[in-house]
């Protein structure tokens, strides 16, 4: 029971020590490193992506909840840019679509993960996998709820035409861009990277 107890006072101190760190990272713009015209290294998803690696897919889907409320934030305040107009639109939707696709991302990531685990027998690639995970369903589920449920919308169809896109896929890429792809770089090399640091550090890959 002793040994139970301490583990669940453990597991509680390591979620609020993940979810302080997306709070911070949203507070003090951390989330975002200017490389180049237009262009964003983006460490949003990574506290979620390690997060629902070392502690489950449970803290993964509380930890995407806590940064889609940070997110639906930004959409209220207008500080979301996108999701400012988005919220004038559908509340509803735009909560759904800033909250609910990123407790779906923390979620599958830490499944992903879990699976992915068992066939990596030394706990290598694994880390990297679910790393690259995070970015990439955020922006399926993010892009794809937007689409679905904004698209015939005057405002996304102004950013369509503003694009040259024709139809919703190409909208999506035409809209990720070259941005998606270092999200899913960052992603995989630091995410990767730090989960199996701290991993080996608290002998969890073991």
Excluded at 59 to 83: C, P, R
Excluded at 107 to 118: N, Q
Excluded at 158 to 164: M, T, V
Aim: charged share 10%.
């Amino acid at each position: 029971m002793e040994r139970t107890n301490k583990a669940k006072t453990r597991y509680i101190a390591q979620l609020g020590l993940f979810i302080g760190i997306i709070l911070l990272m949203e507070l003090t713009g951390l989330t975002k490193i200017p490389i180049g015209p237009g262009l964003n290294m983006t460490f949003s998803m990574i506290p979620i992506a390690v997060g629902a690696m070392l502690l489950g897919p449970l803290a993964g889907t509380i930890l995407g909840g806590v940064y889609g409320l940070t997110s639906l934030y930004n959409a209220i305040t207008g500080t979301g840019g996108m999701t400012f107009m988005l919220f004038g639109i559908s509340p509803i939707l735009t909560i759904l679509l800033c909250v609910g696709t990123r407790i779906l991302v923390g979620a599958v990531t830490g499944w992903i993960f879990k699976g992915l685990k068992k066939l990596d027998r030394h706990n290598i690639w694994c880390y990297f996998a679910g790393g690259l995970a995070a970015p990439l369903l955020n922006t399926i589920f993010f892009m794809g709820f937007l689409v679905l449920a904004f698209y015939n919308t005057d405002y996304i169809q102004e950013l369509a035409a503003g694009k040259g896109a024709t139809n919703p896929l190409n909208f999506i890429i035409l809209f990720v861009g070259v941005q998606g792809l270092i999200e899913a770089a960052t992603g995989l090399v630091i995410g990767g990277t730090v989960a199996k640091g701290v991993a080996h550090a608290l002998k969890l890959d073991r």
